[in-house]
């Protein structure tokens, strides 16, 4: 079992939390740096979020079966 696997055992169940956890580093970075790097704080916070399945989802958007 890898550390993604592992991670994504602790997650489940617990899906908004880490998400807002994830919000919160990005937003505490940003917040260091002035929103220099904004951008790619919200590329690397939609990564994490996809990789642990905590994506937020809207009306309309569909998750394709896994």
Sequence with gaps: ???LDKLKSMVKGHEDVA???VEKGGDA???RTGNKYQ???DTAQQKINE???T???RPG???PPR
């Design 39 to 41: 951008s790619q704080v």
């Design 19 to 21: 998400r807002q956890g």
């Design 51 to 53: 990789q642990l399945g």
């Design 29 to 31: 970075f940003d917040a």
């Design 1 to 3: 079992m890898g550390m």
């Design 55 to 57: 994506q937020e989802q």
């Design 61 to 63: 958007d569909e998750q």
